[in-house]
């Protein structure tokens, strides 16, 4: 008896193109910052915990805890080495972020909650004002940066965990428990419409103020 095998090659299913926005950055240790954020966000979208809703892998939450401790290092740097000479020639940069409705979509929870903390965190640093400088970190920006790392930190830190072994129903530091909404199957659309956009702080119609005017003259105000 003979039995044939039939041998091919594997050919993936390409997954789904994730949309991002282009953004320029002109400060290198900024820059470097914002390349490991953005590929921990797109790493979310494709990590095995995006295929569950409430359930998330110990092995997505130490690579986590690793981007961010890769985040924090470059921002020492950039405090530290902030008067370093850049040469003659400014240089500019591109970061590629996934859009805010791509974070909206996202599938599992706890990865969406990081997601959502480390794109707050993109857009401080990418609209800095010491992002269109060379090395230069300045106050404002230094104040504003290390609020934002420190609170997304601790954040993800609640919600996922560092993923190493601990008491936990699983045996490992998972973080919170999220809860689970898989009775609901797909929500389509989901209850935000998997929808977020970019504006700038005064867009939008103008709205009448519920607050009256004071007069703020003198004589007016002796009347």
């Known amino acids: 008896m003979k039995t044939e095998l039939e041998v091919s090659n594997p050919q993936p299913t390409a997954g789904q193109k994730i949309r991002v926005h282009r953004y320029n950055i002109r400060n290198f240790r900024l820059h470097k910052m914002l390349q490991t954020i953005s590929r921990t966000m ?10 569950a809703s409430a359930t998330h892998t110990a092995r997505d939450s130490r690579n986590i805890q690793t981007a961010l401790a890769n985040v924090r290092s470059e921002w020492d740097r950039a405090k530290m080495y902030r008067d370093s000479p850049s040469g003659a ?9 996934p859009e805010p409705s791509e974070v909206q ?8 909650c ?13 609209f800095s004002d010491s992002g269109k400088l060379q090395q230069w970190v300045g106050e404002g920006a230094s ?3 290390e609020t934002a790392l420190s609170i997304a930190e601790q954040v993800i830190l609640e919600t996922v965990g560092d993923g190493q072994v601990g008491d ?3 045996g490992f530091n998972v973080g919170a428990e999220a809860a689970d909404f898989s009775i609901l199957g797909s929500i389509a659309p989901d209850v935000d419409e998997d929808r977020a956009g970019l504006a700038e702080p005064s867009a939008g119609e103008v709205e009448p103020s519920v607050v009256p005017d004071t007069p703020d003259i003198a ?5």
Not at 89 to 97: D, F, M
Not at 105 to 112: D, G
Not at 219 to 223: F, G
């Open 42 to 51: 797109l790493f979310l979208l494709e990590a095995d915990s995006n295929n």
């Open 89 to 97: 020639l400014e240089r500019e940069y591109s970061i590629l972020l």
């Open 105 to 112: 979509r996202m599938n599992n929870q706890k990865s969406q």
């Open 114 to 126: 990081v997601a959502q903390e480390l794109y707050n965190l993109s857009t401080v640093i990418a």
């Open 143 to 145: 104040r504003d940066i």
């Open 168 to 170: 936990s129903l699983v």
């Open 219 to 223: 004589s007016k105000l002796a009347k």
